[in-house]
C-alpha cells in the first residue's frame, strides 16, 4: 500500500525546486517508481556480502542518501524471501528476537542476472563515471 506521503518525502530529499518537470508529482512518481524497484536490488547486494539484518539494511541506505522506515522495509524482505531470494534465520540479541537475512543461490543468480540486464541500462542514462549533481 503506498503511503501518502511518498511524494513529499522525495520533495524533502530532492527538493522542490526542480524545474526540469513542469509537473512535480511525476517527477515524484518516476523517482519513488524507480526507488520501489531498485531497493530489492540493494537488499541482495548487501547479503551478497554477508548475513544482514533489517536495521543494519537501513542504515546501509540511510548512508547512500535514503531514509526507509521500517512498514516499508519489511515487507520488501520478506517478499525476497518469499519468493525464494533470501533466507532468514532467527536469533535472540539483548533479549530480542533479530532476524538475519542471507542469500540464497537463487538470489545470487537473481542478482547476477539483473546486474547484467541493468548494467547497459544504467550506461545509458549515466554515461559519465561521475555521479550527476542535482544543481
Known sequence: MRRKDDESDFEQKVG???TC???????????????RGILPLFILHLAEKRTIYGNQ????????GYEIG?????????????????????ALFRGRVRRYYTLTV?????????????????????PDPKPPSVD
Open 16 to 18: 522542490t525546486d526542480l
Open 57 to 64: 539494511i537501513a542504515k546501509s541506505l540511510l548512508d547512500v
Open 106 to 126: 537463487d538470489g545470487r543468480d537473481c542478482l547476477r542476472t539483473v546486474r547484467a540486464k541493468l548494467f547497459p541500462l544504467a550506461r545509458g542514462v549515466f
Open 21 to 35: 518537470c513542469r509537473d512535480q508529482r511525476s517527477l515524484s512518481r518516476v523517482a519513488n517508481s524507480f526507488i
Open 70 to 90: 521500517s512498514g516499508s522495509l519489511y515487507p520488501v524482505l520478506h517478499r525476497l524471501e518469499e519468493d525464494g531470494l533470501l533466507s532468514s534465520t532467527s
